[in-house]
C-alpha cells in the first residue's frame, strides 16, 4: 500500500521556523520526485517546492523562494521542508506529493498524495 504521510504542521508566531516531514512507504522511494503543495482556505492549491529524483535538484516557487529548504533522504524514503522567516500568508495545509516524472509546480499529474498536515502563522 502506497502510503504518503506528512508530520510537523503546527502554530507558530511570524518569523518563526518549521520544519515538515512526509514519510513514504509502497514504493520505490528514490525513483519518485517529490514535492511539497499548500492550499489555503478558498484558495486553489499551490505548489511550494520540489526535489527532483536522481540529482535531487531543488525547485521552489511563489514567495517561498530564500525562505524554504527541502531536501530528501532515501535510506529513510522522507522528504523535509524547512520553513524559516513564516509569514502569515503561509498559512495552509501541506500537502507532498510524488511522481515519476519531473517536478511541476502544477497539482495535477501527482502519482501520489498525503493527506495533509496544517501550518498556522500568527500575525
Known amino acids: 500500500e502506497v502510503q504518503l504521510v506528512e508530520s510537523g504542521g503546527g502554530l507558530v508566531q511570524a518569523g518563526g521556523s518549521l520544519g515538515l516531514s512526509c514519510a513514504a512507504s509502497?514504493?520505490?522511494?528514490?525513483?519518485?520526485?517529490i514535492a511539497w503543495f499548500r492550499q489555503a482556505p478558498g484558495k486553489e492549491r499551490e505548489g511550494v517546492s520540489c526535489?527532483?529524483?536522481?540529482?535531487?535538484?531543488?525547485y521552489y516557487y511563489d514567495s517561498v523562494n530564500g525562505r524554504f529548504t527541502i531536501s530528501r533522504d532515501n535510506a529513510k524514503n522522507t522528504v523535509y521542508l524547512q520553513m524559516n522567516s513564516l509569514r502569515p500568508e503561509d498559512t495552509a495545509a501541506y500537502y507532498c506529493?510524488?511522481?515519476?516524472?519531473?517536478?511541476?509546480?502544477?497539482?495535477?499529474?501527482?502519482?501520489?498524495w498525503g493527506q495533509g498536515t496544517q501550518v498556522t502563522v500568527s500575525s
Open positions: 506529493a510524488a511522481d515519476r516524472g519531473v517536478c511541476s509546480a502544477a497539482s495535477f499529474g501527482w502519482a501520489y
Open positions: 509502497g514504493f520505490t522511494f528514490a525513483d519518485y520526485a
Open positions: 526535489i527532483s529524483r536522481g540529482d535531487e535538484t531543488t
